[in-house]
């Protein structure tokens, strides 16, 4: 079974300014890590995800993650918001494989607003 | 271009009117998940459909009923909604192959019960 920690639960800044949304997982068994955003009223859109290889994974709109086994951790970074990132996001976990290791565990989402 | 489609957007129902969802997909992913999402809460998986094989979460409510008639639409359906039912429901899919799982997501159903 897996588990995740989102430790913020709103993170406001302002236009232009750097962010950092904290994600921590527990598993038993090897993991995929996953960041989705939601815009209000929308489905999750996937922003990247980090299924093996390289511990430093980019996605869409500028936004990257780095996994950390040691501090089981996979936090989410842009150097530079916009208006338009305001939104919710969640980080999530799934097992290798074996049983139902496959289905996603969701964080509790972190509210990003951008301020101007 | 579109992969996972849900109908309608928006559904509105009277309390105890049962109401049913719809997702189809183009990507032929073997799997199909349907979540609650609350305001302001993480997605909750009700079922999934892996292949024909239909796998209930245990705390899923016998109220909720889903179907896949064939690998591109998978339905859901409350058979009696209750105020409590309120919510969007958002359907995914993925290919499970070699252990690699990657969930792609509807835009969701907003349901409303009145």
């Known amino acids: 079974a897996q588990s995740v920690t989102q430790l913020d639960s709103q993170v406001p800044v302002f236009e232009e300014a750097p962010v950092e949304l904290r994600c921590n997982y527990s598993s038993s068994v090897s993991v995929y890590l996953f960041w989705y955003v939601q815009y209000p009223n929308q489905g999750l859109q996937l922003l990247l995800k980090?299924?093996?290889?390289?511990?430093l994974v980019k996605g869409i709109n500028g936004f990257e993650a780095e996994f950390n086994k040691s501090q089981t951790s996979f936090h989410l970074r842009k150097p530079s918001v916009h208006i338009s990132d305001t939104a919710e996001y969640f980080c999530?976990?799934?097992?290798?494989?074996?049983?139902?290791?496959?289905?996603?565990?969701f964080g509790k989402g972190t509210l990003l607003t951008v301020n101007p | 271009d579109a992969m996972v489609i849900q109908n309608p957007r928006y559904q509105v129902t009277q309390f105890g009117k049962p109401v049913t969802l719809s997702c189809s997909q183009t990507?032929?992913?073997?799997?199909m998940y349907w979540y609650q999402q609350k305001s302001s809460q993480a997605p909750k998986l009700l079922f999934h459909y892996y292949d024909k094989d239909f796998n209930n979460e245990a705390d899923t409510p016998d109220n909720f009923q889903s179907r896949r008639p064939n690998t591109s639409f998978c339905f859901l359906d409350i058979r009696s909604p209750g105020l409590g039912d309120a919510a969007m429901y958002l359907c995914?899919?993925?290919?499970?192959?070699?252990?690699?799982?990657?969930?792609?997501f509807g835009p969701g159903t907003r349901l409303l019960v009145l």
């Open positions: 990507l032929n992913h073997n799997v």
């Open positions: 999530a976990v799934s097992g290798h494989s074996g049983g139902s290791n496959y289905k996603l565990t």
């Open positions: 980090y299924l093996s290889g390289s511990t």
């Open positions: 995914a899919t993925s290919r499970l192959a070699g252990g690699q799982e990657t969930q792609y």
